[in-house]
């Protein structure tokens, strides 16, 4: 009889998410992610399989908690252009913060790149999913007359989810959530 696992998955993932956004796969050793999320080698291969699976699993739970707090976000306000705001605010003052300056998924696109078809797999999905949201929004932002008649949708989707990754990979540079901000405003400006 298969003795029940002592611990909870998820509270696993969530100590092994700050180990690879800190120091990516390949930089992480099995060790420290073992201490990190307080599990036994055992636990770990038996549940996740190896590194490689726990890798996978822990991203997979990071960015489909980052994309949902986005969405989350973004219709958070009936006006479609205060919910743009709200995203990219909500971002500057995130990544800005010491605690959050590392993201696993921006990572993960640094580390990979497209040479990793699993790890591709899940960033892409991650990137379709926001970025439709983000067209539904700017058209709705376009239609409500709060951002200019020219304004291409698609153009302006693609722009905001570049803004998030800058923001991201800047605040982990180390710039302030204040000068982040500034980066935030100056792009919503650009819709107008």
């Given at each position: ?7 909870d ?19 992480t ?38 994309v ?63 970025l ?61």
């Amino acid at each position: 009889m298969a003795r029940p696992k002592a611990f909870d998955r998820e509270t696993a993932l969530e100590g092994a998410i700050p180990v690879f956004s800190d120091l990516g796969y390949d930089g992480t050793s099995t060790e420290v992610l073992l201490q990190a999320m307080g599990i036994s080698r055992q636990s770990m291969y038996d549940t996740f399989g190896d590194k490689r699976g726990l890798y996978l699993a822990a991203l997979q739970h990071y960015i489909a908690d980052n994309v949902a707090e986005h969405i989350r976000v973004l219709n958070s306000t009936p006006s479609p252009l205060r919910g743009l705001e709200a995203m990219l605010e909500a971002m500057a003052s995130k990544a800005g913060s010491p605690a959050e300056s590392a993201c696993l998924g921006i990572g993960a696109v640094c580390e990979f790149g497209r040479s990793d078809d699993e790890v591709s797999l899940l960033t892409d999905t991650a990137a379709r999913t926001l970025l439709s949201t983000l067209e539904r929004r700017v058209t709705e932002a376009k239609t409500a007359g709060e951002i200019g008649r020219d304004v291409d949708v698609r153009t302006a989707a693609q722009f905001l989810s570049a803004t998030l990754s800058a923001l991201k990979i800047s605040a982990r540079g180390g710039a302030t959530a204040d000068a982040l901000r500034g980066v935030a405003r100056m792009a919503l400006r650009s819709l107008r």
